[in-house]
């Protein structure tokens, strides 16, 4: 099953059209909805290698992106990982400025990373995911 699984890591960076930071705050906007520290620290590391600035990164891992499109791709990110109706809108207003594209790798992003967290728990190793410290 793990060997199979590892093929799930591609998809959930495949990024494309989608502007790097618009991006990465989708998918780190998902990954805090987990509540999982180390798995929202590694979507953070990954986020500075595609070239998203330290301070933009510590305030999505804060939950304070700046106003604007970062704003509301970090908000489609989070309502995706939390399952909320919001998400359409939010992802609405991603398509009309960005594209059928960009929304899409937002989506995927965003609905896969949720994947790793719950394995974690499922597999006893999640218990002291909240007690991380959130900042690169």
Do not use: S, W
């Not at 953070?44 to 070239?51: K, P, R, S």
């Amino acid at each position: 099953a793990t060997g199979k699984f590892q093929h799930l890591m591609p998809a959930t960076m495949h990024r494309h059209d989608a502007p790097a930071d618009l991006f990465h705050m989708a998918r780190i906007g998902a990954t805090l909805a987990e509540d999982c520290g180390p798995c929202a620290l590694l979507a953070a590391q990954g986020a500075l290698v595609d070239g998203v600035d330290r301070d933009l990164v510590n305030a999505a891992l804060a939950a304070n992106p700046p106003e604007g499109d970062l704003r509301t791709a970090f908000g489609f990110g989070a309502a995706i990982g939390q399952q909320l109706v919001e998400a359409a809108q939010l992802g609405d207003l991603i398509e009309a400025q960005y594209g059928r594209t960009v929304r899409t790798e937002l989506a995927l992003t965003a609905a896969a990373v949720r994947t790793y967290p719950g394995l974690k728990r499922g597999l006893g190793y999640g218990q002291a995911c909240a007690l991380t410290r959130l900042e690169v």
